[in-house]
T-cell receptor
């Protein structure tokens, strides 16, 4: 039973390019959460999705960032026209449909570097 | 809205000594509380949780935490620290009426040999 899979592990983009980060939840998990970790800061909640639905996007920047979790396939966090300030580690977590009483399972993260 | 405070950016402890990493929280209802650990260039690993019941919770690697409702605290403890415990520790809280978990800024734990 594979854990939460994130790819790529490392991603380098030039300013102005697009970044696509993928997250495959654990088998049987239908809830996905994205967090961003900036240097010397904690984990900041970005968005919570269920299949084909965005449940809570209160932590998403208003521009350039979007997320989806289609019926088939991984969840995607998309950052358009990246800037240096987007450089961070992005973590995905998943939980089962009956809720997150038992916390999340995290992926190993994608480290985005914007040059 | 819920929030978590970890007042110490860094904690240094000699190997073999007891350790405490502090955490206080704020939620409008009854909380779910968690501790996670992050090793360099890795994701977060679950250590322990408080859902209900006994205020003293035991978790992985010999760690434990005590839920104190009156002080709204959930401090992480270990009786005897190991060098391998050196890592970044995150306290987290979830309001039972919400589905997302909010994390503190993290405390870097250094165990000195």
């Amino acid at each position: 039973n594979a854990g939460v899979m994130q790819n790529p592990r490392h991603l380098v983009r030039r300013r102005g390019q697009e970044a696509r980060l993928r997250c495959s939840p654990m088998k049987g998990h239908s809830h996905v959460y994205w967090y961003r970790q900036l240097p010397e800061e904690g984990l900041k909640f970005m968005v919570y999705l269920q299949k084909e639905n965005i449940i809570d996007e209160s932590g998403m920047p208003k521009e350039r960032f979007s997320a989806e979790f289609p019926k088939e396939g991984p969840s995607i966090l998309r950052i358009q026209q990246v800037v240096r300030g987007d450089s961070a580690a992005y973590f995905c977590a998943s939980s089962p449909p009956q809720g997150i009483n038992y916390g999340y399972t995290f992926g190993s993260g994608t480290r985005l570097t914007v040059v | 809205a819920q929030s978590v405070a970890q007042p110490e950016d860094q904690v240094n402890v000699a190997e073999g000594n007891p350790l405490t990493v502090k955490c206080t929280y704020s939620v409008s209802g009854n909380p779910y509380l968690f501790w996670y650990v992050q090793y360099p260039n890795r994701g977060l690993q679950f250590l322990l949780k408080y859902i209900t019941g006994d205020n003293l919770v035991k978790g992985s690697y010999g760690f434990e935490a005590e839920f104190n409702k009156s002080q709204t605290s959930f401090h992480l403890k270990k009786p005897s620290a190991l060098v391998s415990d050196s890592a970044l520790y995150f306290c987290a809280v979830r309001d039972r009426r919400d589905d997302k978990i909010i994390f503190g800024k993290g405390t870097r734990l250094h165990i000195l040999p």
